[in-house]
């Protein structure tokens, strides 16, 4: 049976739509953009600072699930362009240091409340 997750430690959805499902053994969280959440705005700095809060907003969510980012096996970037691809690569290794997951990067014309990158995954765990 699908169970919805929901962490306070990741922005609210600004849409019909769950933070994450937890279908066993898999998550799926929905893309996480800049935000932060206590605040209520975009991080400052940038793609990198944003790409930051970002994966911090998914490790919130899949630890809320029961996971660790190492169960990460699959993740996709959406990028506003693809000149933010180097600068993103270098804080994404920072949360995947061992064997990191799959990936997509895509440039995309927008992402939501003026993101310059969304990063979703799907992590595996029993």
Same mark, same amino acid.
């Given at each position: 049976?699908?169970?919805?997750? *929901? $962490?306070? *430690? ?8 769950? +933070?994450?499902?937890? /279908? @066993? ?6 893309? +996480? ?7 209520? =705005?975009?991080?400052?700095? %940038?793609? +990198? ?16 699930? %029961? %996971?660790?980012?190492? *169960? /990460? &096996? ?16 270098? /804080?994404? @290794? =920072?949360?995947?240091? %061992? $064997?990191?997951?799959? =990936?997509? @990067? ?8 003026? @993101?310059? /990158?969304?990063?979703?995954? &799907?992590? *595996?765990? $029993?």
């Amino acid at each position: 049976m699908p169970k919805a997750i *929901h $962490t306070k *430690h990741a922005p609210t959805p600004v849409g019909p739509y769950s +933070q994450a499902i937890r /279908v @066993a053994p898999f998550l799926y969280t929905a893309g +996480q953009v800049g935000l932060i959440p206590e605040e209520g =705005r975009m991080a400052e700095g %940038g793609v +990198q600072a944003q790409a930051e809060q970002a994966l911090k907003n998914l490790q919130h969510i899949i630890e809320t699930a %029961g %996971g660790k980012m190492e *169960h /990460v &096996i699959k993740t996709t970037v959406f990028l506003t362009t693809m000149d933010d691809f180097k600068p993103v690569n270098e /804080v994404y @290794a =920072r949360f995947f240091p %061992g $064997t990191p997951p799959a =990936r997509s @990067a895509v440039a995309v014309s927008g992402l939501p409340v003026g @993101a310059l /990158v969304e990063i979703e995954a &799907i992590a *595996h765990w $029993t």
